[in-house]
């Protein structure tokens, strides 16, 4: 059973312009598509209509290719203010306060179909209720199929045996698609399910083999530097595949890709911020009041002792500010 204290439930789906130059802070809805059912998941309404925009009314190459529309049946459609006055009383009708939806694209993509409503001085008042009650789902559900990073409608789809009559990236279908998805994350075991167990393990894999690649990159930038007699010392006392070691190759890197990037500077800076990165390197040039506010302290150093200072953050938490 759903955790939605509602009696209905509306899922939904915005197909925008796109192509060109265009992006959500500049688009138009295109189409949309509307699924209501109730708290048995029983299906009470489906809604679709497709919108003509102002701004760009001509469908370019990509908006064709992605959504299968035609520019006649564009052509031929009602405002996008008035389609979403039907939502707005379908929303009405069964008193529901949140449209799910899959991904934070839709509501700042509405809004801007409301600026360009205002720019031609159309009505936006249905445009702007509806971008009102856009609920992201996307991330709760991801965690509750123990999914490690977001996947596609499509491809989570496909885990419980739907396919769209005609295709994806049509509103319609990809609102019924979120509507299964959901459906299933409540009412079924998850865990027997082989097909979520697949993408859920390609998605791990993924995701590890970019870890090791990252720290590789890593890797290999701290060592593109000769290490001093000190540093050799250090990191065989540590071992190579020690956490310490980790935090040494990490250190270092940061100094080395700062001073091959900078091969005319010798004064430079390691600064201490507030921030999740923790620490930047930084030619003293380059300190300016952002970073000074965005640090906690720096220590400088020049290029011929970058090592004994790597060193000293290893081996010590103490750090002396200048």
């Known amino acids: ?51 003509r925009p102002h701004k760009f009314p001509k469908l370019t190459r990509q908006c064709r290719k992605l959504t299968k529309l035609t520019q006649e049946e564009i052509d031929n ?9 039907i939502i707005v009383n379908l929303l009405k009708k069964y008193m529901i306060d949140n449209i799910y939806v899959w991904g934070n694209f839709d509501r700042p993509a509405l809004l801007s ?29 991801t965690d509750k199929m123990g999914l490690p990073e977001p996947v596609n409608i499509k491809e989570l789809a496909s885990a419980f045996d739907y396919t769209p009559v005609g295709s994806f990236h049509n509103a319609i279908n990809d609102a019924l698609a979120l509507y299964i998805i959901y459906k299933a994350v409540y009412t079924e075991d998850l865990k027997s399910n082989q097909k979520l167990n697949e993408i859920r393990q390609k998605r791990l894999d993924r995701i590890e083999a970019k870890r090791r690649e990252a720290e590789k990159r890593q890797k290999e930038t701290a060592f593109s530097l000769p290490l001093s007699d000190k540093e050799k010392l250090y990191y065989e006392e540590i071992g190579e595949n020690s956490e310490e070691a980790k935090e040494f190759i990490y250190i270092r890197s940061k100094f080395v890709r700062t001073l091959k990037n900078n091969p005319d500077e010798n004064e430079f800076l390691i600064l201490y911020l507030k921030t999740q990165e923790r620490i930047k390197v930084i030619s003293r040039k380059k300190y300016n009041y952002t970073l000074q506010n965005l640090s906690e302290k720096a220590i400088g150093f020049e290029r011929d002792n970058f090592s004994e200072l790597i060193l000293s953050e290893c081996r010590s938490k103490e750090r002396v500010v200048i």
């Open 77 to 85: 459609s009602p405002d996008s203010n008035d389609v979403m006055g």
């Open 1 to 51: 059973m759903s955790e939605n204290k509602n009696k209905y439930l509306c899922f939904a789906d915005f197909e925008f312009t796109c192509g060109y130059y265009i992006n959500k802070y500049d688009s138009e809805i295109l189409s949309a598509g509307v699924i209501i059912c109730d708290e048995n998941y029983e299906i009470k309404e489906r809604f679709y209509c497709t919108c």
């Open 113 to 141: 179909d409301v600026k360009q409503h205002q720019k031609f001085r159309k009505e936006s008042g249905n445009i702007q209720k509806v971008s009102g009650k856009i609920f992201d789902i996307q991330r709760s559900i």
